[in-house]
T-cell receptor, first 115, second 114 residues
């Protein structure tokens, strides 16, 4: 079974600061990787995803993530955050060869951007 | 806009009193999922439907049941809610069964058990 860990539960930073959220997964096979975001009072939305190819993927709202296979990591980055990036961020994986498209989520990181 | 809708957004029930949560989708997706998310925890998959085929996760309590009468609707029934079942319940859909399809989430129903 796969598992996902997110290193930081809470992150507080000021506008224009750079953001990096860590995500590590454990699984012996090939995975698809996702970052979802949940803004206050809203539903989970997909930020970006990685299936194969270029390990640096770009998502919406200026976010990007880098897949490092040797480290089983998929860290999320944004060079300069805005107040509107205040949200909870979830890393998730599923197994490429398994039917069911079942996502395993990390515990989430709450990000607070101070104006 | 096509979307995943959950009703109600907030539900209060009494200990042991059956409750049903509703999810509908306008995306015409084949797969529908129910997740449970407790405070400060990751969403945890309870079960999913591929079309009418029901798939239960091994550790989902028997207290939780689901129905999918048609493509658009899916229900989560909690037969005898306990205090430990208080959580956010998330419905999600995906176009198909392989891991290459994004899941689309509804806003969730927050269940309180008194």
């Amino acid at each position: 079974a796969q598992s996902v860990s997110q290193h930081n539960h809470h992150v507080i930073l000021s506008e224009a600061a750079s953001l990096e959220l860590g995500c590590n997964y454990s699984y012996g096979g090939t995975v698809n990787l996702f970052w979802y975001v949940q803004y206050p009072g809203q539903h989970l939305q997909l930020l970006l995803k990685y299936f194969s190819g270029d390990p640096l993927v770009k998502g919406i709202k200026g976010f990007e993530a880098e897949f490092i296979k040797s480290k089983f990591s998929f860290n999320l980055r944004k060079p300069s955050v805005q107040w509107s990036d205040t949200a909870e961020y979830f890393c998730a994986v599923n197994a490429q060869e398994a039917a069911g498209n079942k996502l395993t989520f990390g515990g989430g990181t709450r990000v607070l951007v101070k104006p | 806009d096509a979307m995943v809708i959950q009703n109600p957004r907030y539900q209060v029930t009494q200990f042991g009193k059956p409750v049903t949560l509703s999810c509908s989708q306008t995306l015409n997706h084949n797969v529908m999922y129910w997740y449970q998310q407790k405070s400060s925890q990751a969403p945890k998959l309870l079960f999913h439907y591929y079309d009418k085929d029901f798939n239960n996760e091994a550790d989902t309590p028997d207290n939780f049941q689901s129905r999918r009468p048609n493509t658009s609707f899916c229900f989560l029934d909690i037969r005898s809610p306990g205090l430990g079942d208080a959580a956010m319940y998330l419905c999600a859909t995906s176009r198909d069964y392989t891991g290459f399809y994004e899941q689309y989430f509804g806003p969730g129903t927050r269940l309180t058990v008194t």
